[in-house]
């Protein structure tokens, strides 16, 4: 199996934990600071091997977006803080 999270700034999400150590992670953070930190983090887990840090940011259509950086986890990083 294969768990994707994109826009993984602060790690794992809750609902994913029951799976590591099992499942292929494919976390994708474009904000090179919040990448940096995922890797650190992920560096000495048991199970890194399982963890791949992508440092892009994906879209369906392509293009520049407009990236809003918050301090908590939410839905999208690309709709306006509200």
Known sequence: ???VDVGSALGLQPHWRAYDGVVEFYLFEPHRESF???KRA??????ADKFHIVPE??????GERVLHMLNCPTGSSLYPIN
């Open 1 to 3: 199996m294969v768990g």
């Open 42 to 47: 992920f560096a000495s887990h048991p199970h």
């Open 57 to 62: 940011a994906l879209s369906g259509t392509g």
């Open 36 to 38: 940096e930190a995922l």
